[in-house]
């Protein structure tokens, strides 16, 4: 049986002024299934073409921060997260796409249907955010 979900990609803008981004994480919400899912990849080489001055690191750390507030609930990394990882999945995930004007932004919500929502994080981080392959 297929489920709707929603999912946003993770935008790193290094450089909030100028408003240039590249694609470092999804987060994909299955309600009826109760699954909260954040797979983060940033690509070094892409954020010195935008920003050669930006922190990879810090950036990075944030990407893992907000995988982290996307954890199940009892994990180590979520309790860390603060009140924000005790909250259910449902409002992290509007937490995590309401707009900001940050180095790490979610970009608008989109829909879908899943029966493995694991396996779509997985199919959507290949597909929006690695470069493509020929």
Request: aromatic share 4%; net charge negative.
């Amino acid at each position: 049986m297929r489920h709707p979900y929603e999912y946003a990609v993770l935008r790193v803008v290094p450089r909030v002024e100028r408003g240039e981004a590249i694609n470092a994480g999804v987060l994909l919400y299955c309600r009826a299934l109760d699954h909260l899912g954040a797979a983060v990849h940033l690509d070094p080489a892409r954020l010195a073409a935008l920003d050669p001055a930006a922190d990879a690191d810090a950036i990075a750390r944030s990407l893992d921060a907000v995988a982290a507030l996307c954890a199940e609930v009892d994990t180590e990394a979520a309790r860390y997260a603060g009140p924000a990882g005790e909250e259910d999945r449902g409002r992290r995930f509007r937490r995590l796409t309401a707009p900001k004007s940050t180095v790490v932004q979610a970009g608008p919500v989109h829909t879908g249907l899943t029966e493995d929502p694991a396996a779509d994080l997985t199919r959507l981080l290949a597909l929006l955010v690695h470069p493509p392959t020929p």
